[in-house]
């Protein structure tokens, strides 16, 4: 999410996160789940979906730990997470600091979050108004 420029997996798979990063944007709160989320959704009419594996539910559950001691907060399911302005600096400030990248290893995409991250953000489509920079 602190990421998501628009590219990803499918043309499906981009046209719905499109649609979540503008919720978010909008204001809508994050949820946390267990198993697959609203961003797997594109992804779940495949024969053997990715995010069914145990390597997805390990990132997941690193990446929640990472956010967690972050925000000082136990993070389970059904913790709801405000996207407001000085939490999303916050956040992308640890994540180009590297403090939110544990659950990144390995994954193919690391490279284009980096360079994202690198650019400063620029381009991402999770933008909550009054975004305090970086």
């Not at 999410?1 to 919720?23: C, E, Q, S, W």
């Not at 990446?63 to 993070?75: C, E, F, K, R, Y």
């Not at 939110?100 to 994202?116: H, N, Q, T, Y």
Request: with cysteine; charged share 30%.
């Amino acid at each position: 999410m602190l990421t998501y420029v628009g590219k990803g997996y499918t043309p499906d798979f981009v046209a719905n996160y499109d649609r979540i990063a503008r919720r978010l944007s909008d204001g809508e709160d994050v949820l946390v789940v267990d198993g697959p989320d609203d961003v797997c959704a594109a992804l779940l009419c495949e024969s053997d979906p990715h995010c069914f594996r145990d390597s997805v539910r390990l990132r997941d559950a690193q990446a929640a730990a990472d956010v967690g001691d972050l925000l000082d907060l136990t993070i389970s399911v059904g913790t709801r997470i405000e996207l407001h302005p000085p939490l999303l600096a916050r956040m992308r400030k640890a994540f180009t600091g590297g403090s939110l990248r544990k659950a990144c290893g390995g994954c193919e995409w690391s490279d284009l979050c980096s360079g994202i991250a690198a650019d400063g953000y620029g381009e991402v489509r999770v933008r909550v108004e009054a975004e305090v920079p970086l």
